[in-house]
Nanobody, 119 residues
Framework: QVQLVESGGGLVQAGGSLRLSCAASGRILSSSSNVMNWYRQGPGKQREFVAAITTGGSTNYADSVKGRFIISRDNAKNTVFLQMNSLKPEDTGVYHC???????????WGQGTQVTVSS
């Protein structure tokens, strides 16, 4: 069974930084064609795309986080990271990791980690 577990969320002041982790189990990220994504859902808002990284390392970001967030992957640790800098109150929300397994045509979501940015 494939599972994704996020960690690293918390409370931070505006302008601060946090690093989120998404650890995968049940499937080796480097041995399967996949796109690893971060999504977030703020209070009273719909879930929105934040960032993505392919197996080959290509990245894509939402305009709202470009220049502040960095997505990366460590194949040795079977983990994907989201480095969040210059955080703003509007970055507050539950951050979810999602894996798109291209060879299988399926997706897996993690349970999410809360990020709260105070002004």
């Amino acid at each position: 069974q494939v599972q994704l577990v996020e960690s690293g969320g918390g409370l931070v002041q505006a302008g601060g930084s946090l690093r989120l982790s998404c650890a995968a189990s049940g499937r080796i990220l480097s041995s399967s064609s996949n796109v690893m994504n971060w999504y977030r859902q703020g209070p009273g808002k719909q879930r929105e795309f934040v960032a993505a990284i392919t197996t080959g390392g290509s990245t894509n970001y939402a305009d709202s986080v470009k220049g502040r967030f960095i997505i990366s992957r460590d194949n040795a640790k079977n983990t994907v990271f989201l480095q969040m800098n210059s955080l703003k109150p509007e970055d507050t929300g539950v951050y979810h990791c999602k894996a798109d397994w291209l060879g299988y045509g399926t997706s897996t979501w993690g349970q999410g980690t809360q990020v709260t940015v105070s002004s």
